[in-house]
């Protein structure tokens, strides 16, 4: 999605620009003349990235053929590091300049990685506020040019969407394993919610390259839900009165939409484990590394199993006489926005990439 808002930036100032490579249907629908798929590449944990590891090996070298076939002006990288990290050692083998647009998280676990951006990529685009103060420690300057889901909302003018009180949203991720590991225990819990809140209502939202079968394969016959399809994404979430989400760009985009968010997530044991020893950041989900605070709670591994997700739901629904915490968490959601600044991140980041190119 944002890189597709960046090549509709580009193009507006360059429009007979050509752009070639890999990315998921958004991208492909703004025009990216898809060589590979993202989707392809949609896996997460130490013990899952294994298991895909030849394909990904593939993709790689397909991907350097590419580099050296096209010989492109530039790569426009997005995230996804330990991916990204190889192809930029194929662009600098073939003196292609390196844009590097949404920073990889290397501020919660690996920082030395940064000192590879800092000698191997020609500009660092960051879309995170407290992302600029990381990197001068590394001796960089990098661009903060706001966040691009400012872009997506500011287009969608949400406002005027109204609330649906007792619609719990559920949004289970974004890949395979994270939606096996996760919509059961959404549904064990909704049906602890619906015994004690006979009123509550759910919804669950598909992504993007989830088959709408595996939902509802997962999902109990007997328990009402709502399937929503991705493309009426952020009007279903403004919608809920709540969601319950897995950790990922669902828990910023939730944030930016005023809507509170429990955040869970499941990986096998090893990548937890593994995890706990190499991770630095107090929180997972983003809006709680903005705020530095808690704004959201964070369920991790058997906390987000039925019954302690639902303890965690009945929380906000059945507060304590005189207490209204999801009014709470709504007002202190509007710092978020004020922190991410208003739209046009994708345009300040083209702007910069095609002036740079200019003084090459």
């Known amino acids: 999605m944002h890189g597709a808002l960046l090549l509709d930036a580009l193009r ?29 590449l949609s896996v997460m ?13 593939r993709m790689l070298s397909g991907i350097a053929k590419t580099l050296e076939r096209e010989k492109p002006d ?11 990290f190889r192809v930029i ?4 083998r073939c003196n292609i300049p390196v844009y590097y647009y949404i920073s990889p998280k290397i501020w919660a676990w690996r920082r030395n990685r940064a000192r590879f951006i800092r000698d191997n990529v020609r500009r660092m685009l960051s879309i995170l506020p407290f992302e600029k103060e990381f990197y001068r420690h590394f001796g ?7 966040n691009p889901l400012m872009d997506l909302l500011h287009r969608l003018d949400l406002q005027g969407v109204a609330r649906e009180p007792g619609l719990i949203g559920l949004l289970p991720g974004s890949r395979k394993k994270e939606v096996t ?22 919804a669950c939202l598909r992504a993007p390259g989830i088959d709408a079968d595996l939902l509802r394969n997962l999902w109990p016959e007997d328990l009402p839900v709502s399937f929503i399809e991705p493309d009426l994404r952020w009007g279903f979430m403004r919608r809920c009165e709540m969601l319950v989400a897995a950790s990922g760009t669902a828990a910023l985009e939730s944030a930016v939409l005023g809507v509170p968010t ?7 044991s090893l990548s937890y484990a593994l995890g706990r020893l190499l991770v630095r950041v107090p929180f997972i989900s983003l809006p709680n590394l903005i705020l530095e605070r808690a704004i959201f709670p964070e369920l991790l591994q058997k906390q987000c199993d039925a019954a302690p997700l639902a303890d965690a739901a009945l929380l906000w629904l059945l507060p304590r006489r005189g207490e209204r915490p999801l009014e709470k968490v709504r007002r202190e959601l509007e710092e978020i926005r004020r922190l991410l600044g208003g739209p046009g991140a994708a ?11 200019d003084q090459i």
């Open 12 to 40: 507006k100032l360059e429009p007979d620009l050509r752009c070639t490579g890999m990315g998921g249907p958004h991208l492909r629908a703004a025009g990216l003349e898809a060589l590979f798929r993202t989707e392809d």
């Open 45 to 57: 944990g130490i013990t899952e990235v294994a298991g895909q590891l030849p394909r990904i090996l």
């Open 74 to 84: 530039a790569l426009v990288v997005i995230d996804s590091p330990d991916f990204h």
């Open 89 to 92: 050692k194929a662009a600098r």
């Open 140 to 146: 960089m300057d990098v661009d903060y040019v706001g």
């Open 181 to 202: 590991a996760l919509l059961r225990e959404f549904a064990g819990a909704a049906r602890i919610l619906r015994r004690r809140l006979p009123g509550v209502s759910f």
């Open 262 to 268: 429990i955040v869970v997530y499941k990986v096998s």
């Open 347 to 357: 345009d300040r980041a083209a702007a910069i990439i095609l002036r740079d190119l």
